[in-house]
Structure formats: structure tokens, C-alpha cells
């Protein structure tokens, strides 16, 4: 059963299937979002992280990334203390590195999503390969999802599937 089967209707899954999976984005606030969501799927629901969504973002600043890489040793302990989100030490670390990442990619680049664009089109294992490379806590399945929820990969939605059809129409 694929995402666009069950997705539909459900209070988490469909808003998020119906607006935003497989729609591209230009905004570095929502690209290091999905990032850091993707992160902490990682041997998770993509359910639990969505009914976590509202608290990833108060916690982690809106995922600005500029106040994100100013977090210090203070704010990891109150990210780990803070029940709405997944507290995972690696995770937590990782998401706050990536921002500092990110504004690397800014300084060469001049956004995150122009940095995504200099390297499209690849295949997913050059995808994996250049994360592995650039990110923190970056494997396969977390680079999928991650491009393919953006539209840099193929796969997000199923061809007979309405919202796959409205996403090609804005490309």
C-alpha cells in the first residue's frame, strides 16, 4: 500500500500528502525542516514526527537555521528535556550541526535550495554520497525521503494519484 492509498483523509498524513509531499520549496526554513523531521524519523513513525511537528518547531526556533547554529550545550539540555519532540541526543546534535552546515552552504551557494539545485539531477546513491559528505546523521533512507518529499527524486506520489497530477501541473 503506498502513501497515497492510506494518506488521504487521515488527520496527520493527508494535509501533509495533499499540500506539501513531493512539492518543491524554495524557503531554507522548510527545506532544514524536512531535514531535521527526516532525522528523527530515523527508526520511527513518520506519524509520530508529524503529531510531534508543532513542538519540533517552537523548540527548534521556527528551524531558522541562523539561530538554530547558536544553540549551545544549554539548549541541547532543554531540547532533551522537552517531551513534544524525540529526544535523542545524536538527533538533537545533528540538527543543531546541519543549521551550521546550512549556513556554510549559504555562504557558497546563497541558499540551501540553490545549493540542492547546483547538484539535481543525481542519481539517489550520488544524493547519499554528497549528504554522507556535507550532513550529520545522513543515510539512504533519510536522503530519500528527504529529496524525494521536495521533488528531487521520483516516487513521492503515485501516478494515478490527484496530488501527483496537481504537482505536475506547477512544475
Known amino acids: 500500500?503506498?502513501?497515497?492509498?492510506?494518506?488521504?483523509?487521515?488527520?496527520?498524513?493527508?494535509?501533509y500528502h495533499e499540500t506539501e509531499y513531493g512539492f518543491p520549496s524554495r524557503e531554507d526554513a522548510v527545506l532544514f525542516e524536512r531535514l531535521a523531521l527526516e532525522i528523527n524519523q530515523a527508526g520511527l513513525s513518520w506519524l509520530t514526527v508529524l503529531k510531534k511537528r508543532e513542538a519540533f518547531n517552537r523548540a527548534f526556533a521556527g528551524f531558522d537555521p541562523k539561530k538554530v547554529a547558536k544553540f549551545n550545550e544549554r539548549d541541547v539540555a532543554r531540547l532533551l528535556a522537552d517531551e513534544g519532540i524525540i529526544r535523542?541526543?545524536?538527533?538533537?546534535?545533528?540538527?543543531i550541526e546541519n543549521a551550521k552546515r546550512i549556513l556554510e552552504i549559504r555562504k557558497s551557494h546563497g541558499s540551501f535550495a540553490d545549493w540542492l539545485d547546483s547538484y539535481h539531477p543525481q542519481s539517489k546513491e550520488e544524493w547519499v554520497k554528497l549528504f554522507k559528505k556535507t550532513f550529520l546523521f545522513t543515510g539512504g533512507e533519510i536522503v530519500g525521503e528527504f529529496l524525494m518529499?521536495?521533488?528531487?527524486?521520483?516516487g513521492a506520489h503515485a501516478p494515478e494519484c490527484p496530488v501527483y497530477k496537481k504537482i505536475k501541473r506547477q512544475k
Open 1 to 15: 500500500m503506498s502513501y497515497c492509498d492510506f494518506a488521504p483523509g487521515h488527520p496527520f498524513h493527508g494535509p
Open 88 to 95: 535523542n541526543r545524536l538527533k538533537v546534535n545533528a540538527v
Open 149 to 154: 518529499s521536495l521533488g528531487y527524486l521520483p
